[in-house]
Structures are given as C-alpha cells and as structure tokens.
C-alpha cells in the first residue's frame, strides 16, 4: 500500500520561498501521474499542479511561473518548489497519486509578514 508523507511547510514571509517534499513508499512511485492540491481555511480543496511520469507538468493560473513541480523516481520524491510567495498562497498543501488514489497528510504553509 503507497503511503505518501509530506514535509517542508512554514512561516514564510510575502515574497520568500518554500520547497515542499512528498515522499512516497510501499509502491511503484515510478508510475502514475501526481499533483500537489492545497485547501484555504474555509475553503475547498483545490488542485496546484501536477506531473506525470514522463514529467509533463501542469498548473493552475495562480502559481504558474511562481511554482515549480518536479519528481524524482529514484528517489521516490515529489517536490513544490514555491517561490513569490503571496498571502493568498496560506493553506494545506496535500500531495496525491492520482491511481491508485492516495493522499498524504498534509502541510502548513503560511505566508504572512
């Protein structure tokens, strides 16, 4: 059973930089498209970007050219390069595999001054 486990959330300040990490175990991490997700408070979730196996990504028009998805198969990694950092940006950030469908727990990410 794939288990995906984020890290790298916290307190940054309106402009600055974050990297999530979402490590992943217990499956072919290889195979399967990704995508990192985030939920406002107050909010539904939503989709950010996302990265296929031959690493074609996606992203929403908020972060595009802001925010970076990248993976390492080696690793068994995905991460969220994230960078002009806006208060619009606080939330949840959850990374997923879309098949089968596994969620992580989740990080905090919270830009503010």
């Known amino acids: 059973q794939v288990q995906l486990v984020e890290s790298g959330g916290g307190l940054v300040q309106p402009g600055g930089s974050l990297r999530l990490s979402c490590a992943a175990s217990?499956?072919?991490?290889?195979?399967?498209?990704m995508g990192w997700y985030r939920q406002a408070p107050g909010k539904q979730r939503e989709l950010v970007a996302t990265?296929?196996?031959?690493?074609?990504?996606y992203y929403v028009d908020s972060v595009r050219g802001r925010f970076t998805i990248s993976r390492d198969n080696v690793k068994n990694t995905m991460y969220l390069q994230m960078n002009s950092l806006k208060p619009e940006d606080t939330a949840v950030y959850y990374c997923?595999?879309?098949?089968?469908?596994?969620w992580g727990q989740g990080t905090q990410v919270i830009v503010s001054s």
């Open positions: 997923r595999l879309i098949q089968p469908n596994t």
């Open positions: 217990g499956g072919i991490f290889s195979f399967g498209t």
């Open positions: 990265i296929t196996r031959s690493d074609t990504t």
